[in-house]
């Protein structure tokens, strides 16, 4: 709405990893929900956008491979990335649905795979959008989630985030394919 309301003529949505990393399984939104609040936040883009505006919008980060490439790190080089995502326990850590310790890989693929069905809503709506919308370019992109994440990608500090350099690289992977290819 506020994007909408600010007459932007660029805007990039960066939606549903909140939604994956929840305490518990069952507060991850169904595939319905999720789709609801996605086009919901579409049509206020839709209606308060000007004519020839484009929406950008980029897949949600496979942190499935966060976390494969975490758990052998060391938080600040002293503490197992392990240790301090069992905070996940006390709920003083978020994503327990990836990084509670006490969940196995069956439970982490199953968080995949709402990623994966969550990005799959967000292509498809958004490409539902730029054919039927004439006012405005909506386009999709994947980098995101096919990014191949290194250890020097993930924070140092909370061994989850993408550090400063894999948020500079995860800008560089998703502006690529986007619009302005070529582009520096």
């Known amino acids: ?101 006490l969940i196995g890989d069956d439970d982490r693929q199953y968080t995949r795979s709402r990623i994966i069905a969550f990005n799959n809503i967000l292509k498809s709506v958004t490409e539902e959008y730029n054919r039927t919308d004439p006012n405005h370019y909506y386009v999709y992109t994947d980098a995101a989630f096919n990014f191949v994440f290194g250890e020097e990608h993930v924070s140092d500090i909370d061994c989850f985030h993408p550090s400063a350099y894999g948020q500079w690289t995860l800008s560089k992977e998703t502006w690529n394919p986007g619009l302005f290819t070529g582009c520096r």
């Open 1 to 101: 709405a506020a994007a909408a309301g600010r007459g932007a003529h660029y805007v990039t949505v960066l939606m549903g990893h909140s939604d994956v990393c929840q305490d518990r399984f069952a507060d991850i939104p169904s595939e319905a929900e999720f789709e609801s609040h996605f086009r919901a936040g579409l049509d206020k883009l839709k209606a308060g956008l000007p004519a020839g505006a484009t929406v950008y919008v980029a897949g949600i980060v496979d942190i499935y491979r966060l976390w494969e490439v975490a758990r052998d790190k060391k938080a600040l080089g002293i503490v197992d990335c392990e240790v301090l995502w069992a905070t996940t326990l006390l709920k003083l850590f978020p994503c327990g649905t990836m990084l509670n310790p």
